[in-house]
């Protein structure tokens, strides 16, 4: 077995990445979060984000033909121009420190964001493009511990954007944030034949997970997409100061 993981450990592992490849085909984000965090109660899940990393961009291929006139390519490029000079630092910092700090700091950030975007708070004058490049810094901070996309995704949903918009512009930036760091989680010995079995095995349950989230959001009126995906980080910020404390 990959990750030397046992049957009971494999299946159960099986089960989340169903339910959070539900998850990314409904917000388009949340899937590494929601899995990385199941991850950690079974077993050490750093050697695990690579395959979540590559499972991403597997989704993305399954989900780009019901995006593509959707994304926001300003807001995508901004983001991925801040977390390119931030990752380097992230991944050295995760090498050398770990990561239950970054993922506690992040999710206090993310749970009282989410809080305020429960109210009903939004921000309502334009972004330009050196805001967004900070968000992305922040969030190619974070990635080394596989949650690059929640400050992302909270920013986003402070703003007035159309769901298909939000999921479209969070695919391809999740997409992106993965290409810039799995190259180096692979200089850092993260990267092994077991990332690529891992993620061989996981494909039949992505296309399955991805397939039933997005018929899901089609049917969601924008209301309750923002209500859910709100919902959705207050949950995942909630997972992330709990495996961290614990």
Request: overall charge positive; aromatic content about 8%.
């Amino acid at each position: 077995m990959p990750f030397d993981l046992g049957l009971g450990q494999l299946g159960a592992l099986s089960i989340a990445l169903l339910g959070a490849a539900y998850v990314r085909g409904y917000s388009g984000f949340g899937f590494s979060a929601i899995f990385i965090a199941f991850a950690a109660l079974l077993t050490n899940p750093l050697p695990l984000i690579p395959v979540v990393f590559t499972c991403e961009i597997i989704m993305t291929a399954l989900q780009a033909r019901g995006i593509r006139g959707h994304v926001d390519w300003r807001r995508v490029g901004a983001l991925l121009l801040g977390a390119a000079i931030a990752l380097p630092v992230s991944i050295s910092i995760i090498l050398s420190v770990g990561e239950a700090a970054a993922r506690l700091t992040v999710s206090v950030i993310v749970f009282v964001m989410s809080l305020i975007l429960l109210s009903g708070w939004t921000l309502r004058r334009r972004i330009n493009t050196a805001g967004y490049s900070g968000v992305g810094a922040v969030s190619g901070l974070c990635n080394a511990a596989g949650i690059g996309g929640l400050p992302v995704a909270a920013f986003l949903a402070a703003q007035p954007i159309a769901a298909p918009v939000f999921r479209a512009t969070m695919i391809v930036y999740l997409t992106g944030l993965d290409i810039l760091t799995l190259p180096l989680m692979w200089a850092g010995g993260l990267v092994t034949w077991d990332t690529a079995i891992g993620a061989a095995y996981a494909f039949p349950i992505l296309a399955l997970g991805i397939w039933l989230g997005g018929r899901q959001f089609l049917s969601a009126s924008p209301t309750e997409f923002r209500k859910l995906a709100v919902l959705l980080l207050l949950t995942l910020s909630g997972l992330g100061l709990i495996r961290a404390l614990i």
